[in-house]
């Protein structure tokens, strides 16, 4: 009887934990991205503050604001004039050498991240790595050119394998395409897969998906 309650009582904590932290952890985040937000107010004058004008501070004013800023800007250079600007800000980002790095490895970035034409970042495969026998989880982020592809026979793929459980660090491999394995699974389950160190496979993702479709 008492080793029944003890394990109803650790079912229901550790259910318990896996609705909380989640939950507190989105909060969190929320939270931090709310108070850097907020904070950057500080900066404007007084006379653009909005704690000038409202009789009370708005939680959240701040990352508002900063969500609309990014969409005026968007707008903005979306036309010729924009454009003008934008091209003249990067003539002269590029006179400065240490910025010019940072700001064309940040553009060529986000320009491959938020482009639909291109396929990195959404094909997952799996390579021999690092050694034959072993195997692990990569994303195809490009194909190789250039001298690397001229010295090499074959297609050539460049690939980024994660590390785990922290995925923005890893490490760029080029290896021939027919030396991949593809996956038919998308980048999400693959990142859920490094993340928890493989306590969350594809295939209690693929059962979930199927349960929720039905």
């Given amino acids: 009887m008492l080793k029944r309650i003890k394990h109803h009582i650790r079912t229901y904590f550790l259910t318990g934990l896996l609705v909380v932290i989640p939950v507190g952890l989105t909060f969190n985040i929320l939270q931090i991205a709310i108070t850097w937000a907020d904070g950057k107010l500080a900066l404007l004058p007084p006379s653009l503050h909005p704690d000038t004008y409202l009789p009370f501070p708005v939680p959240g004013l701040g990352l508002m604001i900063t969500l609309m800023g990014i969409m005026f800007i968007g707008v903005i250079t979306t ?34 991240i938020f482009n639909k034409d291109k396929e990195s970042f959404k094909k997952v495969i799996m390579v021999e790595y690092p050694r034959r026998g072993l195997y692990s989880i990569g994303f195809v982020t490009g194909i190789a050119g250039g001298e690397i592809q001229a010295k090499t026979s074959g297609k050539v793929l460049n690939i980024f394998i994660p590390t785990s459980p922290n995925p ?9 395409e027919e030396d991949t394995v593809t996956l038919d699974i998308d980048v999400e389950t693959a990142f859920k897969l490094i993340l928890s160190g493989g306590m969350v496979n594809s295939d209690d993702n693929n059962n979930r998906n199927d349960n929720d479709e039905k």
């Fill in 168 to 176: 923005t660090s890893g490490y760029l491999i080029m290896i021939p």
């Fill in 79 to 112: 036309n010729v004039v924009g454009r003008w600007f934008v091209g003249l800000g990067e003539k002269i980002v590029d006179k400065i050498p240490f910025f010019r790095s940072i700001y064309l490895l940040a553009k060529q970035v986000l320009e491959t």
